[in-house]
T-cell receptor, first 112, second 112 residues
Framework: QQQVKQSPQSLIVQKGGISIINCAYE??????FPWYQQFPGKGPALLIA?????SEKKEGRFTISFNKSAKQFSLHIMDSQPGDSATYFC???????????FGPGTSLSVIP | KAGVTQTPRYLIKTRGQQVTLSCSPI?????VSWYQQTPGQGLQFLFE???????NKGNFPGRFSGRQFSNSRSEMNVSTLELGDSALYLC???????????FGPGTRLLVL
């Protein structure tokens, strides 16, 4: 069974700090590697995604770092805010090119 | 551009009943995927449809079925409901294989 592993499972960060969530995958055939943000009672919303031909992508306070050789990518949230408190999911390829597998999620709490 | 819409948003059923959930993808998106989300299991892939054909299927029993119409709208049906089917059912659409998925708000199903 193809897996996507996420760490940590939960994270508590003080306001203004840096939140880092990691994702490890197995299959390499994929065109993009996304992070989704989900608030309670809502569907996951695409936060940021990266193509495998670049090593880093930054959008505002959110940065994806991609390590193709290690089959890992991470989400960095700079200057974390209480409004960033949510569950974050990464996604990566499954057993076939067109199958998407989601990580188990990371619950982020940003405390004032 | 309007996002992915799902109806109904909330549903209460009793064991043994059946239910049909509806999803309207983003205009121009031909692929629709369905996921089941529960606190213990995370996001579990049910199936994906592309141009009215089922492309991929997850590890769910045959009680879970779906279809896609020529306008890309999709329905998911669950027959003989069980208590364990209580979950948030999410629909996601994308333009095609390898492209970013966009999620709807989900349908919260409670089976009593």
């Amino acid at each position: 069974q193809q897996q996507v592993k996420q760490s940590p499972q939960s994270l508590i960060v003080q306001k203004g700090g840096i939140s880092i969530i990691n994702c490890a995958y197995e299959n390499t055939a994929f065109d993009y590697f996304p992070w989704y943000q989900q608030f309670p009672g809502k569907g996951p919303a695409l936060l940021i995604a990266i193509r495998p031909d670049v090593s880093e992508k930054k959008e505002g306070r959110f940065t994806i770092s991609f390590n193709k050789s290690a089959k890992q990518f991470s989400l960095h949230i700079m200057d974390s805010q209480p409004g960033d408190s949510a569950t974050y999911f990464c996604a990566a390829p499954g057993t076939s090119y067109d199958k998407v597998i989601f990580g188990p999620g990371t619950s982020l709490s940003v405390i004032p | 551009k309007a996002g992915v819409t799902q109806t109904p948003r909330y549903l209460i059923k009793t064991r043994g009943q059946q239910v049909t959930l509806s999803c309207s993808p983003i205009s121009g998106h031909r692929s629709v995927s369905w996921y089941q989300q529960t606190p213990g299991q995370g996001l579990q892939f049910l199936f994906e449809y592309f141009s009215e054909t089922q492309r991929n299927k997850g590890n769910f029993p045959g009680r879970f079925s779906g279809r896609q119409f020529s306008n890309s709208r999709s329905e998911m049906n669950v027959s003989t409901l069980e208590l364990g089917d209580s979950a948030l059912y999410l629909c996601a659409s994308r333009v095609g294989v390898g492209e970013t998925q966009y999620f709807g708000p989900g349908t919260r199903l409670l089976v009593l």
